[in-house]
Structures are given as C-alpha cells and as structure tokens.
C-alpha cells in the first residue's frame, strides 16, 4: 500500500506510517509538497478544506493508493479559541475525516495569532524551542510532555480511518 502524505512535516509523516502499518501492516509513505489552498494559519472550516486539498492534492500525483491531508486550526467555541487537527484521507474517489483532541492556546499566544502571526511560529518562540512544529509541537510543550505532537496526529489519522474500518456501515 502506497500512502502520500500532503506534507514534507516528518512529524505528520511519522504518525500516517504509524497508524497504517498497524492496521494495514508493511506500508510505503511518502511526504509530498501539496498545496493546502487556505491560509497558512487556519480558521474554522478553512481548516477541513486544508485537510481535504492537501489529501486530494497528494493523491493526484497518480502513483499512491491513498493520498492524506492534515491540518490544524483554530475554531471558535463561546468565546474561547479551540485547536483542532483535521485529518482527511482520499481514494480517487471516498474522502473520509477525522479530528483529534481539541485544545486552549494562552490568551498570550492568540493575540499574537489573531494578529496574523502563525501559532507554530509563536509557540516556538513563548517555549523556546525552534521548530517546535516538528518535535513535540505546542500541546506536547503546554502539556508537559503528556500528549505529543505525534499522538495528537495519530488521533486524527485513525479517527478519519473509521469509516474505512466500517465500509459496509458507511456506504462503501
């Protein structure tokens, strides 16, 4: 099996080849540059759209059997701001989602987003750990290590392997 993941994040990479070689067994994935078609910091639904593009965009390249989008956003709950990883995973012609655990920024860390900056680039600089995005990622720093980058990912990459799990459920 042939996976593209729509980005060279060896992060985001690491966790698709985690969660498909436990289910699926031996798998071939490859981190693929593939255009997101929304800003580079999300909102909202920008978000699924990300995750959708990025996926279908991998795929396109003809040559993988799945292609995989991942990516996070801010969605606004009350008056509060929510980080959610989206997740999206395309056949040709199924496209499944899923969405991993949601959490707080500090007010620190939003104003600074809400004023265009991207939240990647802030909490590297509030934790001090250049390319945080590519280690343990903003909710292993806030959550001292409880959660990493790579386990949030994971989740978000086997919720949208759900309905594939379940085809007959599904419609499919």
């Known amino acids: 099996m042939k996976i593209a993941v729509g980005s060279r994040n060896p ?8 969660v498909f070689s436990r289910l699926y067994g031996i798998v071939d994935v ?12 999300p909102f909202g639904e920008e978000t699924v759209a990300g995750a959708v593009n990025r996926a279908k965009n991998a795929f396109a390249l003809e040559k993988f059997d799945y292609g995989v989008g991942i990516e996070a956003g801010l969605f606004e709950v009350g ?8 997740c999206a995973i395309y056949d ?17 860390v ?10 990647g680039d802030v909490m590297s600089a509030v934790s001090g ?3 945080l995005g590519e280690k343990e990622g903003a909710i292993g720093f806030l959550s001292r290590g409880m959660l990493t980058r790579m386990r ?17 459920l599904y419609g499919h």
């Open 110 to 119: 939003l104003d600074e987003v809400i004023s265009g900056k991207e939240v």
């Open 152 to 168: 949030l990912t994971e989740q978000s990459v086997f919720m949208a392997l759900i309905p594939r799990l379940n085809p007959h």
């Open 30 to 41: 490859e981190g693929v540059a593939a255009r997101s078609g929304v800003p580079a910091q």
């Open 129 to 131: 750990i250049e390319n």
């Open 92 to 108: 040709g012609s199924w496209v499944t989602l899923g969405c991993g655990s949601g959490f707080q920024y500090p007010s620190i």
């Open 11 to 18: 992060v985001k990479v690491k966790a698709v080849e985690n």
């Open 79 to 86: 008056d509060m701001m929510i980080d959610l990883q989206y």
